[in-house]
Nanobody
Framework: VQLQAFGGGFVQPGGSLRLSCAAS????????MGWYRQAPGKQRELVATITSGGTAKYANSVRDRFTISRDNAKYTVYLQLSGLEPEDTAIYYC?????????????WGQGTQVTVSS
């Protein structure tokens, strides 16, 4: 089972990006999915999470600018980033609680770089 993230890139302040992350493999079910980020020299931090029922939670720093969503049929989670600021520059990682034949596990994607600069 693996998660693969897409959609990072370079954007000017105030711009937008959409990240996606798809799970693949022998998946029985997926509980919470989420996005985290790690800026240079800083610890990894939570950005947003979403339950299988669609309940979302956000870090205060992104609450009014980012939107998390998911497509359960496609095992995919999305993160719409709007109103981007230089402080949002980081590697963005997706994560999911995934049930397989051997039980539940927290799986991480490989990360996608988001750079916000003028």
């Amino acid at each position: 089972v693996q998660l693969q993230a897409f959609g990072g890139g370079f954007v000017q302040p105030g711009g937008s990006l959409r990240l996606s992350c798809a799970a693949s493999g022998d998946i029985f079910s997926i509980n919470d999915m989420g996005w985290y980020r790690q800026a240079p020299g800083k610890q990894r931090e939570l950005v947003a999470t979403i339950t299988s029922g669609g309940t979302a939670k956000y870090a205060n720093s992104v609450r009014d600018r980012f939107t998390i969503s998911r497509d359960n049929a496609k095992y995919t989670v999305y993160l719409q980033l709007s109103g981007l600021e230089p402080e949002d520059t980081a590697i963005y990682y997706c994560s999911a609680e995934i049930e397989t034949v051997v039980g539940w596990d927290d799986i991480w994607g490989q990360g996608t770089q988001v750079t916000v600069s003028s």
